[in-house]
């Protein structure tokens, strides 16, 4: 069971908008400014696209972006596009443990 | 471009020692403000941080794994190694190497990593 909680699957047409929820506690994701969201396709290295809740990494589509609220940190993708179909992981700092994982999300574009 | 890459044995017999090593190109291991990190995804628990090296030789480990995990670094070589010991079927996974942006903590960089099946 993962320390952070995310929907097992989201889905979206081309061009829609879709947000992934993920859920920890006070003492990580509603404790710390420290989220960041990774983007997982098997035998492909992982990539960074958000960092410090709503940050992008220099040539990460506009398209998606982050944000926080209590110990729920979301991530958005909009104007979905077949390339984004994936796995999502959202991680929290955590203080004694540095990094705590959602259980990821499978984005279906439909 | 910085590249982070897993090799050793894609395979484990219960109860031996679990060696990889992750090279990094395209940067000095020991530049800049970074921990160089190892992480793994199982099946059943998807991602999990194992523990992660500074390049001065300092080290912190997953509390649920610190018995049995070593991270070492060979800056000569550019290199960081994980051994986890006394593996067990649980054991197997996926183990990726990444590079973490200290005051971020985020995992900025990542290997494309390596399965390790641990079987007999």
């Known amino acids: 069971q993962s320390a952070l909680t995310q929907p097992a699957s989201v889905s979206g047409s081309p061009g829609q908008s879709i947000t992934v929820s993920c859920t920890g506690t006070s003492s990580d994701v509603g404790d710390y400014n420290l989220v960041s969201w990774y983007q997982l396709y098997p035998g492909k290295a992982p990539k960074l696209i958000i960092f410090e809740v709503n940050k992008r990494p220099s040539g990460v589509s506009n398209r998606f972006s982050g944000s926080k609220s209590g110990n729920t940190a979301s991530l958005t993708i909009s104007g979905l596009q077949a390339e984004d179909e994936g796995d999502y992981y959202c991680c929290s700092f955590g203080g004694s443990r540095p990094w705590v994982f959602g259980g990821g999300t499978k984005v279906t574009v439909l | 471009q910085l590249q982070l890459q897993e090799s050793g044995p894609g395979l484990a017999k219960p109860s031996q020692t679990l060696s990889l090593t992750c090279t990094v190109s395209g940067d000095s291991i020991t530049s800049g403000d970074y921990y160089w990190s190892w992480i793994r995804q199982t099946p059943g628990k998807g991602l999990e941080w194992i523990g992660y090296?500074?390049?001065?030789?300092?080290?912190y480990y997953n509390p649920s794994l610190k018995s049995r995990v070593t991270v070492s670094v060979d800056t000569s070589k550019n290199q960081f190694s994980l051994n986890l010991t006394s593996v067990t079927a649980a054991d197997t996974a996926v183990y990726y190497c990444?590079?973490?942006?200290?005051?971020?903590?985020?995992?900025?960089?990542w290997g494309q990593g390596t399965l390790v099946t641990v079987s007999s």
């Open positions: 990444a590079r973490v942006l200290l005051g971020s903590y985020c995992l900025d960089s």
């Open positions: 090296i500074y390049h001065s030789g300092s080290t």
